[in-house]
């Protein structure tokens, strides 16, 4: 095996050539000798703690994919990340190993399905079967970004959901809930046959924005789809909405047709889930100017950022492109300065503490 990744300092060699030295054994004994006759008259034990409850049941891994995102969890949470072990054989097979006891532990798995997205998601899976046959009690996968969610009906024949494919292939592995962040579309909620947790990047987003103070500012939906999510931010902005009609010719090639509202002489800040290739956001940028909008920003939850998107934002009009670290960036996105990466670090942190202590979710989204 090659191409080793650690989610810690452990050293994989010793696990292999020592497995019993995997299992830690301590045991505690206290006891108090009272004489028969004087079993009334003794006083009652002080029953304080001699050092304050830990919580060692909740335990959270990583993948690969996002380990920066699941360090700041973890810190958050004060808990140390869970430790595993990840590497490839030559031919590219997946080997995974939990290198610690999760018998009975509650267990949260970060794992966005980002590129490479197949790798990503086998190993999701392949960690999610170790953690079910190491007898984990509860087994959460916490999918920041929910790969394949674009592909959610046939809208063509002869064509996969492959959204619902993979809700099936993380149930059949074994997670017993799933916690995910912005979902391409709410309904694919429906597609799970376990509980789901989603969250809404949007108090971080939202908190940015008001801190801006932008002038006489308008919230744009780039397509007849977002409008929902658009509202929702207009509405905590205090601001108007306005949307772009569109034609997809085809798979990340947008045409942008009409402005609908009213933007002239306004700061515009368009609303989406997901930067893929940036095509779309860089013609709604242009439609915007062109309609005499003064400034604009665009807001996304999900840097995916593929092929020329980081060259396309550059050359833009756009003034500032605010994202969150659901994916990580890579080396040149992060030094692009009309890139800002906001952390959800505390919210994602924040649902699992909720998950775990059995209290509401919901209270995240006020």
Do not use: W
Request: proline share 5%.
């Amino acid at each position: 095996m090659d191409a080793a990744a650690k989610t810690s300092s452990y050293d994989p060699a010793a696990v292999a050539d020592s497995p019993e030295e995997q299992v830690q054994a301590s045991t505690s004994a206290v006891g108090t000798a009272v004489a028969a006759d004087d079993k009334k008259a003794a006083p009652k034990p002080n029953r304080q703690p001699v050092r304050e409850r830990k919580d060692d049941k909740l335990k959270i891994f990583s993948g690969t994919a996002n380990q920066a995102l699941a360090k700041d969890i973890c810190d958050f949470l004060s808990l140390p990340l869970g430790q595993s072990y990840h590497t490839q054989f030559s031919d590219g097979e997946i080997y995974v190993q939990i290198l610690e006891n999760v018998r009975g532990s509650d267990v949260f798995i970060v794992q966005p399905t980002c590129d490479p997205v197949a790798h990503h998601l086998m190993q999701l899976l392949l960690m999610i079967d170790a953690l079910k046959r190491a007898s984990a009690r509860r087994i959460t996968t916490v999918i920041p970004y929910f790969g394949y969610a674009r592909q959610d009906r046939k809208d063509k024949p002869r064509v996969p959901i492959s959204s619902k494919l993979v809700a099936d292939l993380l149930t059949t592995a074994g997670a017993d809930r799933a916690l995910v962040v912005d979902l391409h579309a709410p309904q694919i909620q429906g597609f799970f046959n376990i509980p789901v947790d989603h969250l809404f990047a949007s108090p971080v987003l939202v908190d940015y924005f008001r801190k801006l103070n932008l002038p006489d500012l308008t919230v744009v939906s780039p397509d007849a789809g977002g409008v929902e999510r658009a509202r929702a931010f207009a509405k905590r902005l205090n601001s108007p909405l306005a949307i772009i009609d569109k034609r997809r010719e085809e798979a990340n090639v947008a045409e942008v047709m009409n402005v609908i509202g009213d933007v002239s002489g306004r700061s515009c800040l368009i609303i989406d889930d997901i930067i893929d290739t940036a095509g779309t956001l860089v013609k709604t940028v242009a439609a915007l100017m062109e309609a005499g909008a003064r400034q604009v920003y665009a807001c996304a939850s999900h840097p995916v950022l593929s092929g020329g998107a980081i060259n396309r934002i550059s050359q833009s009009a756009l003034t500032e492109a605010v994202v969150t670290n659901t994916i990580p960036l890579s080396e040149a996105a992060r030094n692009e300065p009309k890139i800002k990466v906001l952390s959800i670090a505390g919210l994602v942190a924040r649902a699992i503490q909720s998950i775990h202590e059995e209290t509401s979710v919901s209270r995240l989204f006020t």
